[in-house]
């Protein structure tokens, strides 16, 4: 089983920032792309971030600029970086991965993020 755990996760003012982690059983180059979703009550889980095993990044147009997705030296960690969190950023954030052996997605259980005065 490949396990994928995210961690970082809490409650922050408006214009704070935090990390999220997600701890993967396998390298990233294991993976075609890995990324990063978040889902709100009541709204459709999107994609936030991705990333490739070249290197390749993308975002979404709503926290562009604000977050970075990154990867550190060994490609096993994935981070998000999150910067001037918004009340909208509020969601349970998960890490996702596809196995290239498999072509199989793996999903996390998801950390909450709470944004709030």
């Known amino acids: 089983q490949v396990l994928l755990v995210e961690s970082g996760g809490g409650l922050v003012q408006p214009g704070g920032s935090l990390r999220l982690s997600c701890a993967a059983s396998r390298s990233i180059f294991s993976f075609n792309a890995m990324g990063w979703y978040r889902q709100a009550p009541g709204k459709e889980r999107e994609l936030v971030a991705g990333?490739?095993?070249?290197?390749?990044?993308n975002y979404a147009d709503s926290v562009k600029g604000r977050f970075t997705i990154s990867a550190d030296n060994a490609k096993k960690p994935v981070y998000l970086k999150m910067n001037s969190l918004k009340p909208d950023d509020t969601a349970v954030y998960y890490c996702?991965?596809?196995?290239?052996?498999?072509?199989?997605?793996?999903w996390g259980q998801g950390t909450q993020v709470t944004v709030s005065s």
């Open positions: 990333i490739t095993t070249g290197g390749s990044t």
């Open positions: 996702n991965g596809e196995l290239r052996f498999n072509a199989r997605t793996y």
